[in-house]
Nanobody, 119 residues
Framework: QVQLVESGGGLVQAGDSLRLSCTAS????????MGWFRQAPGKEREFVTTINWSGGSTYYADSVKGRFTISRDNAKNTVYLQMNSLKPEDTAVYYC????????????WGEGTLVTVSS
């Protein structure tokens, strides 16, 4: 069983940057596909980005492409989400997730970290 713990959320102003971290334990991190999802108030959870086991392949939602960057450090069992040029519409709870197989559904989820972007 893989446990995921996110950190780095907070309150920022529009145009600011923020970096989220997600540290995994209880599994072989380097074999996992990792991703970030988010859920804004009153909305469904949506895909943000994923990264494959090596970090060599990434995918982004159109809404964050060019502003957000996902990366991973397998030696630290950690995946990061660098968020630049933040907008009020980026306000959401951000969830880290992991998949044992790709393509496939996410098998493990973190508790989430809140990002609030003020205008």
């Amino acid at each position: 069983q893989v446990q995921l713990v996110e950190s780095g959320g907070g309150l920022v102003q529009a145009g600011d940057s923020l970096r989220l971290s997600c540290t995994a334990s209880g599994g072989t991190f380097s074999r996992l596909t990792m991703g970030w999802f988010r859920q804004a108030p009153g909305k469904e959870r949506e895909f943000v980005t994923t990264i494959n086991w090596s970090g060599g392949s990434t995918y982004y939602a159109d809404s964050v492409k060019g502003r957000f960057t996902i990366s991973r450090d397998n030696a630290k069992n950690t995946v990061y989400l660098q968020m630049n040029s933040l907008k009020p519409e980026d306000t959401a709870v951000y969830y880290c997730a992991a998949a044992r197989f790709a393509p496939g559904p996410m098998d493990y989820w973190g508790e989430g970290t809140l990002v609030t972007v003020s205008s």
